[in-house]
């Protein structure tokens, strides 16, 4: 039996004054049968680093905004189940925070080599946006989270999401 490794992420669902939500684009496993996907921005919790640090790490290096992390306030989504990082399988839970920004101009010049070479786009999507694609936007169930968290709803614990699904 082949041991998986656990990785453990903060991402952040972004959301700008004009209640667009910012997402990354990257290559799908060549498995899914589909060129890419979209996810927020955030990546994996170095070792003795807290969700939120990661989570303002992230941030700055994927983006160029500098938080404070109490900007990020409690986690608001978990999702969790297997995932493909290049060659190898890992068991992966991904913890969510919820920050609102009047505007960023992004700024990708603290990304790591492996973003630079993973991420092809960027966009700010808008909620009738996230309605109605057909594209695989992840985590699952943010069109039905995201106008309550706008909204102001404060959450008495994480929702949990489904995972991200392969098409078939």
């Known amino acids: 039996m082949t041991n998986v490794a656990i990785r453990h992420s903060a991402r952040v669902l972004l959301v700008d004054a004009a209640e667009r939500l910012l997402l990354f684009r990257f290559p799908a496993p060549v498995s899914w049968r589909i060129p890419y996907f979209w996810v927020t921005p955030g990546g994996g919790v ?12 992230e941030l700055r290096e994927e983006i160029g905004l500098e938080l404070e992390p109490d ?3 409690p986690l608001v989504a978990v999702t969790s189940g297997p995932a493909e990082l290049g060659e190898r399988l890992v068991e992966a ?20 080599e492996m973003e630079r070479g993973q991420i092809s786009a960027y966009h700010w999507w808008s909620l ?24 102001g709803e ?8 489904p995972w991200r699904r392969p098409p078939c």
């Not at 170095?46 to 790490?57: K, P, Q, Y």
């Not at 992840?138 to 069109?143: D, F, H, N």
């Open 46 to 57: 170095d070792e003795g680093e807290s969700l939120a640090v990661a989570a303002i790490r």
């Open 71 to 73: 900007r990020l306030g």
């Open 93 to 112: 839970t991904d913890s969510f925070f919820f920050v609102q920004v009047d505007g960023h101009v992004i700024d990708t010049s603290g990304q790591e």
């Open 128 to 151: 009738p946006e996230l309605a109605a694609t057909s594209e695989l936007i992840t985590p699952l169930g943010l069109p039905g989270l995201l106008p309550r968290l706008i909204a």
């Open 154 to 161: 404060v959450l008495a614990e994480p929702v949990r999401l």
